[in-house]
């Protein structure tokens, strides 16, 4: 009887064990993928970001040409040095609205090369892109007007756009559109914010 204890207690510390590891497991997997990303983590995602081979539009120069997927971080500072309307789309390719915005946002990409930069984040694949932007939903287009300011909406303007100002000086730094927008919407935004057809 003694042995059958014994013997009992050993496999009860195994099976105990053994969840113990699986808790620890898991933990430690979700520890690691919702760790913060520092800056040196930031670096090292930079390092390793995606490169493809992109074919650049007739007459268009390398410089004037902007890959639609963006895959490290948006340098919006150097973006609004090239004096056109920039829109940045986060989103995502497996969100729905996304999807149909996908070929618009390719076909404006091509067709505006050197007049418009349109840029394509997917904050699912990389989630740090959306970092210092305003995106609470998805797709959400950041806008920018060909003088580097946040663009400012006519009043003739029917599509509803969200502006942020800072608290304290009442600063406009962002425009924001969310949801999706068709080809047409994007050309008439794109004019008011400054494209020179």
Same mark, same amino acid.
């Given at each position: 009887?003694?042995?059958?204890?014994?013997?009992?207690?050993?496999?009860?510390?195994?099976?105990?064990?053994?969840?113990?590891?699986?808790?620890?497991?898991?933990?430690?997997?979700?520890?690691?993928k919702n760790k913060p990303v520092t800056a040196e983590d930031t670096s090292l995602i930079l390092s390793q970001g995606k490169t493809s081979?992109?074919?650049?539009?007739?007459?268009?120069?390398?410089?004037?040409?902007?890959?639609?997927?963006?895959?490290?971080?948006?340098?919006?500072?150097?973006?609004?040095?090239?004096?056109?309307? +920039?829109? =940045? *789309?986060?989103?995502?390719?497996?969100?729905? @609205?996304?999807? /149909? !915005?996908?070929?618009?946002?390719?076909?404006?990409?091509?067709?505006?090369?050197?007049?418009?930069?349109?840029?394509?984040?997917?904050?699912?694949k990389y989630p740090e892109l959306a970092t210092n932007y305003p995106v609470e939903v998805i797709?959400?287009? +950041?806008? =920018? *007007?060909?003088?580097?300011?946040?663009?400012? @909406?006519?009043? /003739? !303007?029917?599509?509803?756009?969200?502006?942020?100002?800072?608290?304290?000086?009442?600063?406009?730094?962002?425009?924001?559109?969310?949801?999706?927008?068709?080809?047409?919407?994007?050309?008439?935004?794109?004019?008011?914010?400054?494209?020179?057809?």
């Open positions: 009887m003694n042995d059958k204890q014994s013997s009992r207690k050993k496999e009860i510390v195994i099976k105990i064990g053994i969840v113990m590891l699986v808790i620890g497991l898991v933990g430690g997997v979700w520890i690691y081979e992109h074919k650049l539009p007739e007459q268009t120069s390398e410089e004037d040409y902007f890959p639609l997927e963006v895959t490290e971080a948006i340098d919006l500072e150097k973006l609004k040095t090239y004096g056109v309307p +920039i829109i =940045i *789309d986060f989103g995502a390719d497996s969100c729905n @609205p996304c999807k /149909e !915005m996908a070929p618009v946002l390719k076909k404006l990409n091509e067709d505006l090369a050197g007049k418009a930069i349109i840029l394509f984040a997917d904050v699912w797709p959400t287009q +950041i806008l =920018i *007007d060909s003088a580097g300011k946040p663009y400012f @909406p006519s009043e /003739e !303007m029917s599509i509803e756009f969200i502006q942020y100002t800072l608290k304290d000086t009442g600063e406009h730094v962002f425009t924001t559109h969310q949801g999706g927008l068709t080809e047409e919407q994007m050309i008439l935004t794109l004019r008011e914010m400054g494209l020179e057809e």
